[in-house]
């Protein structure tokens, strides 16, 4: 039944109770007008309410006007923007944030565009302005050096090659630090002044420009901070290639590791990276040093493999002309093939394991200082190893002390600052001279528990399931081996690990079966940067290896054949150079 229907029903009962001077007031027509006005303003109410919620929770109707802070079509309903993402109209609060995030914008950039419509006029002013320069002829002829040899020429004229580390400009005067690669620090700062400041070459001079500068090197006061010498104050000067002024904006120190990463091209043009990349350099030449003293051959192993060394998830495989290669995890097994040509041998090759590059501990490519000599004992290992990184250390600290001392102050969070406490946290490196700890794998497992070091046992999702003391045989993970170095304080060889937990190739101990004559060399603050044993050369004893392992002996007949033609007992290691380094 209708509204209009229960009405009149109503109005009907309602007459015949009326007095008759009343009745007929109610009419008919009368109320159908009164009902159908309510009708029609309940079906308005509905309709903006369907609008609301189709604007807001659905699809709106764009119209062909766009909304000038959002360029979004307007809805044609509601007035509002139509986001693009959701296909609704935004509300009138977030549309108010939109307004006032535009206008903020537009009034940033109507700044920065007066701004560089400002440093334009004065920069063409300057131009307009800018003199010309030419040699002195009466001057005396200028002695070609690089930095490093600077300090040896004061008071002379000289002449300098090399690339803008820095430049620095003032109303009469500009500084500029020129880097040739030599030197500690490797740049030099040249003053120029007057007229010399006011040329073109000088208005446009940004970093990374090349430049001939020509002057006569003075003396200067040095200071914690600068220990430089000298400076130069120069006479005359061409640029040889310009510098883009958005060269400041490329990269820089504080870039994301990413970024870096991306613009390495860059990157090693910095300072602390140039310093680096000489000091692996340097260190990499007193490894050889040590390894020529001791009558040992270097050798080039190849880098394209079809055997494994450490195995697991870490091999790099590929596709080799139709048969199953690898990127060589080590060039151990190579240069045990050597032994019978050329007794003790070394290498300083990369290898390569499937680990991304995001921390200190783990590179995709590596530099790897390997060797393998024969007829030692386990003892003689040892001492081996010990003698290596003493004599590098020693030979790098007297040649390059100055160098390495800068590097590491540059990289410390400490840098620039030169008080007494800052030394005290940076203090120059210092090589060891005290025996190294050697502490059996055992050892270390009570050590950890009686400190307190927990093994934190992780899922594969690197999640902690677990916190407890250390078992006998377990393996000590990154994290508490670390603590425990740090505790300790001084180099350790951690030795004699279970056999279990360890390759295919080592040698067991003749006391202890279940035990190998292992060793990992670990140094304070920086972990484990060496792993090295006995290698196992009885041929039955190998091939049980393979089996226990899972691993197919076929590919390795050469490695088996060395077991059978006159095996004999030999040792070797492996260092990660870039860990060394970090040390």
């Known amino acids: 039944m209708s509204v209009v229907t229960r009405l009149d029903s109503a109005i009907s009962q309602l007459d015949t109770l009326l007095a008759p001077q009343t009745r007929g007031l109610l009419s008919n027509a009368a109320v159908n007008r009164s009902v159908a006005a309510i009708e029609e303003k309940k079906a308005e109410n509905d309709a903006k309410k369907s609008t609301m919620t189709k604007t807001t929770t659905g699809t709106a109707t ?15 309903v509601s007035k509002r923007p139509i986001d693009p993402a959701t296909g609704a109209a935004i509300s009138q609060k977030q549309w108010k944030k939109l307004k006032t995030k535009a206008f903020k914008d537009r009034e940033k950039q109507k700044k920065e565009q007066l701004k560089a419509q400002e440093a334009a006029r004065k920069l063409q002013a300057k131009l307009a302005a800018a003199v010309s320069i030419q040699a002195d002829a009466s001057l005396p002829t200028a002695t070609r050096i690089h930095v490093r040899q600077a300090a ?10 090399g690339w803008v580390q820095y430049v620095r400009k003032q109303a009469h005067v500009m500084f500029v630090e020129l880097r040739d690669g030599t030197g500690s620090p490797p740049r030099l700062q040249c003053v120029f002044n007057g007229a010399l400041c006011n040329t073109k070459d000088a208005i446009l001079l940004n970093r990374e420009a090349t430049m001939i500068v020509f002057g006569t090197l003075v003396a200067r006061t040095a200071n914690a901070k600068d220990a430089r010498v000298c400076e130069l104050n120069v006479d005359y000067y061409q640029v040889i290639g310009a510098a883009d002024a958005d060269v400041n904006n490329i990269v820089n120190d504080s870039a994301l590791p990413q970024v870096q990463l991306d613009q ?46 450490e ?3 870490t091999l790099f495989p ?47 490519e590596y530099t790897h200082v390997e060797a393998e000599l024969p007829f030692i004992a386990f003892g003689d290992l040892l001492d081996l190893l010990e003698d290596m990184v003493t004599s590098v250390c020693r030979s790098v600290c007297a040649q390059h002390a100055e160098l390495l001392n800068h590097a590491r102050r540059l990289n410390h969070c400490t840098w620039p600052s030169d008080t007494p406490e800052a030394k ?34 992780k899922d594969e999702n690197d999640n902690v399931i677990e916190e407890r003391e250390f078992r006998d045989g377990e393996d000590i993970s990154e994290a508490p081996e670390r603590k425990m170095i740090d505790m300790i304080g001084k180099p350790v060889f951690l030795i004699k690990f279970p056999a279990d937990i360890k390759s295919f190739y080592m040698a067991k101990c003749k ?37 226990t392992h899972d691993i197919d002996p076929t590919p390795y007949y050469w490695y088996t054949d060395l077991r059978k033609y006159g095996t004999q007992p030999h040792g070797g290691f492996g260092l990660g150079l870039e860990r060394f380094l970090c040390w």
């Open 311 to 313: 195995g697991g998830s």
């Open 152 to 161: 040896s020429f004061i008071g002379q004229r000289v002449e300098l090659r």
């Open 62 to 76: 764009p119209s062909t006007t766009t909304d000038e802070t959002t360029g979004w079509l307007l809805d044609a």
């Open 511 to 547: 006391d202890a079966k279940h035990l190998t004559e292992s060793v990992d060399l670990l140094l304070p603050s920086v972990g484990e940067i060496v792993g090295g044993s006995m290698r196992e050369y009885d041929y039955d004893a190998v091939m049980q290896g393979f089996k």
């Open 264 to 309: 390495r091209h860059w990157v090693i043009r910095h300072e602390r990276t140039a310093i680096m990349l000489r000091m692996r350099c340097y260190l990499t030449q007193a490894f050889r040093d040590f390894f020529y003293s001791r009558d040992m051959i270097e050798v080039t192993p190849p880098t394209l493999v079809q055997t494994q060394v």
């Open 318 to 364: 590929l596709q080799y002309f139709g048969e199953t290669a690898y990127l060589t995890q080590s060039s151990q097994l190579y240069l045990e093939t050597c032994l019978p040509a050329l007794g003790s041998v070394f290498c300083i090759m990369p290898s390569y394991r499937a680990e991304h590059s995001s921390t200190r501990r783990h590179l995709a």
């Open 424 to 457: 005290e946290e940076c203090p120059d490196f210092v090589p060891p001279s005290e025996k190294f700890v050697r502490l059996t794998h055992a050892e270390a497992i009570a050590f950890c528990n009686q400190h307190g070091i927990k093994n934190v046992i």
